[in-house]
């Protein structure tokens, strides 16, 4: 691959020039490498929560109360004793990279656990199975737990689980999903729900498109997707549309900002591949219609890609709500085959997955706002890495409109996850590790 891109940042300021693609690929790249190392290593601890809980008595999730099985403790008060003793028993070895950090007073912890335990295991739980079973044992000793109470804490701690697949009810979270809630070969990545981006990335919408297609495009990689003549094509799209190559994405809205449309948008970025020899004039009809052509599919692709997140940005932007994203999705690359006689991003997937979104998100279905989707969803999953990016930024442009908000479903993921530098600002990161 002889392709070379410049990075720019989320404010449009060049960060790297004359980059290989090849060097923003999952395979090599540190930053994705620890990002995506990082996310399989960390879990949230509430302790806050798991203090409530038990104050409450209010055990395993909604509609759950065991009265006469209520505990008062100080747990937050204790937060630094019980941050030890699960640093302590969560390590292999002295010196590894075990990172326990205490966090917004006490109410919460992040845990990474070494990455042994990572390494070693044929899943990636270890995060919240070792935080979880940590913490109950640290509070379970900190506070000389009897053997008849000791259950209540841990069902504080684990909530439902194994009754339930998951920890319903639970303290404890990680970004991805668990194992079982994976829809096939490498979805685990794409399987993070487009609010907890958000949250983590503290609603910068470039960052948090950012997170998401890194997270999506490593996915990709995983799933055997981007093998062979694949590779390029994938790295391409990436690029341009995740990582604001050559400054595409944030020199296109703007320019767009204050006036632009969805079709405005488009107009910009066929006049840009036009103007960069990536299409050229084909044939023009007596109407006047002119068709295009490429010499390069996966560089028209990844203008594809740009122009759509370009025009999310735009179009959610001045609503300030994510809701229209779908049609955005849609619209966009509808306006581009119609302008070009070319193909839109994902050869038509991402238009493909707009419709049925519509649908699930808002329409007479109804079942969730935007924020709850994400890669591995059976309407989503259809287009990899490219559609579900642009569905992070709109919820980052959110002013609250949604009923299932970031505030509502992720308030503790975005409190510790974006304490990590290269989760919250990723582009930064992955410039400075090419």
Aim: glycine content about 10%; hydrophobic content about 40%.
């Amino acid at each position: 691959m002889a392709d070379t891109i410049d990075l720019y940042s989320d404010r449009g300021a060049k960060l790297q020039s004359g980059v290989d693609i090849s060097a923003i690929s999952p395979m090599k790249n540190a930053a994705i490498k620890k990002i995506v190392t990082g996310i399989k290593r960390t879990a949230a601890v509430d302790l806050a929560g798991i203090e409530k809980t038990l104050a409450t008595a209010a055990i395993g999730g909604k509609g759950r109360k065991i009265p006469g099985r209520e505990m008062k403790l100080d747990i937050v008060k204790n937060s630094d004793k019980i941050k030890s003793a699960v640093a302590d028993m969560i390590k292999v070895e002295s010196g590894d990279d075990t990172n326990v950090e205490s966090l917004n007073g006490g109410k919460q912890l992040l845990v990474q656990v070494p990455s042994a335990r990572i390494d070693v295991a044929a899943e990636y739980v270890s995060s919240l199975t070792c935080a979880a079973s940590a913490t109950t044992q640290a509070i379970i000793d900190q506070f000389k737990i009897g053997m008849f109470d000791a259950p209540t804490v841990k069902s504080a701690v684990w909530g439902q689980y194994p009754q339930t697949l998951d920890m319903v009810g639970g303290n404890v979270k990680s970004i991805v999903e668990i194992p079982q809630k994976d829809e096939g070969f490498g979805y685990t990545l794409r399987n993070v729900m487009a609010n907890h981006l958000a949250a983590t990335c503290k609603n910068n919408a470039m960052n948090t498109a950012a997170l998401c297609s890194i997270l999506e495009n490593t996915g990709v990689f995983e799933m055997g997707d981007a093998i062979g003549i694949q590779e390029r094509h994938r790295l391409l799209a990436f690029s341009y549309q995740g990582l604001n190559a050559n400054n595409l994405v944030y020199g296109t809205v703007k320019a767009q900002g204050k006036t632009g449309t969805i079709g405005t948008v488009v107009h910009a970025c066929v006049e840009k591949a036009i103007a960069d020899k990536v299409i050229t004039a084909d044939k023009k009809f007596a109407s006047g219609y002119t068709t295009y052509k490429t010499a390069d599919v996966g560089k028209w692709n990844a203008y594809c890609a740009a122009a759509t997140l370009a025009a999310t940005l735009v179009n959610c932007g001045a609503m300030r709500a994510p809701q229209s994203v779908s049609a955005v999705l849609l619209y966009t690359n509808d306006l581009i085959e119609k302008e070009t006689s070319l193909p839109g991003c994902d050869f038509g997937k991402v238009e493909g997955a707009a419709v049925g979104f519509s649908f699930f998100s808002h329409s007479i279905y109804g079942g969730g706002g935007p924020g709850v989707f994400n890669g591995n969803h059976v309407v989503t999953r259809h287009s990899k890495g490219l559609a579900v990016p642009c569905v992070a930024a709109a919820v980052a442009l959110d002013a609250g409109v949604q009923i299932y908000s970031p505030a509502k479903t992720s308030g503790l993921v975005g409190d510790v996850f974006s304490a990590v530098d290269e989760f919250r600002e990723p582009i930064k990161a992955v410039a400075e590790a090419v």
